[in-house]
């Protein structure tokens, strides 16, 4: 049995939703759309293959924790913790986000329209041949790309709802160790972390970037030629170990 099946989630607890969800999946449906969602948590949490969600309102915390495959698109906001330890699969969100965003996410996509809080990318990882890759249309709180340790983090710091804020906050990439961050436009020095280097996109650079905002830019409703009618900078680890001479040899 194939099909899309259409959820009412006005007053109904987040147990009973994703209840009724696994129940569907079970039969056969690969296609949901969940109407009037507010704050129900762990939407499409560990869901495995090729399904497609479209999320109506606002989900709760853990959306999309140890996806693998399914494909989601979120018309609002998404609260904490969304794509935490995700393996696979696409979120797209056209509004904001909260903290921890992706949080140990070793591969996928999540592209944000708009700003996005703390603590994103942290934990970030590759996996075998897989590469997670986080889209952030606004801008980002502290600590963005904390202990990074592979994937790709793009901020482009256009679609904001803060204008007079940097594009990121402090902290940017501390204890990274892996995994590149693409920043359109300059970053203060004032906000990186001691443990990272920036210097300008390379040609290899800005073709990778253009066919990330190729693919985000069809998916969020963004002009392409406009985000990348710009400079970017590229932010790396200046170690793969960086605290490795804080432990003493037994």
Not at 108 to 132: A, C, E, F, L, N
Not at 164 to 183: K, Q, R
């Amino acid at each position: 049995m194939t099909g899309s099946f259409r959820i009412d989630a006005t007053d109904m607890d987040y147990r009973r939703l994703n209840e009724i969800v696994r129940e569907n999946v079970r039969n056969g449906v690969s296609e949901f759309v969940l109407d009037n969602v507010v704050g129900q948590r762990y939407i499409a949490t560990a869901l495995k293959g090729n399904l497609t969600f479209t999320v109506n309102g606002t989900p709760g915390q853990d959306m999309a924790s140890f996806m693998k495959g399914p494909k989601i698109v979120v018309n609002g906001n998404v609260q904490d913790g969304t794509g935490n330890t995700m393996d696979d699969g696409c979120i797209v969100i056209r509004g904001m986000a909260g903290d921890v965003l992706g949080y140990s996410m070793r591969g996928g996509t999540i592209y944000v329209h708009g700003d996005v809080g703390y603590r994103v990318g942290i934990h970030m990882k590759s996996y075998m041949d897989q590469q997670p890759v986080i889209v952030i249309g606004g801008k980002a709180g502290d600590f963005l790309g904390e202990y990074m340790a592979g994937g790709v983090i793009l901020l482009l710091g256009m679609f904001s709802g803060k204008p007079d804020a940097p594009i990121a906050g402090m902290a940017l990439g501390t204890g990274m160790h892996g995994g590149v961050i693409y920043v359109r436009g300059k970053v203060p020095d004032g906000l990186l972390g001691h443990e990272i280097m920036a210097e300008p996109a390379d040609k290899g650079d800005l073709e990778a970037i253009a066919e990330i905002v190729r693919d985000y830019s069809e998916e969020i409703g963004v002009d392409a030629d406009s985000i990348m009618a710009s400079d970017f900078m590229k932010l790396l680890p200046r170690s793969h170990r960086p605290y490795g001479d804080m432990y003493v040899p037994v």
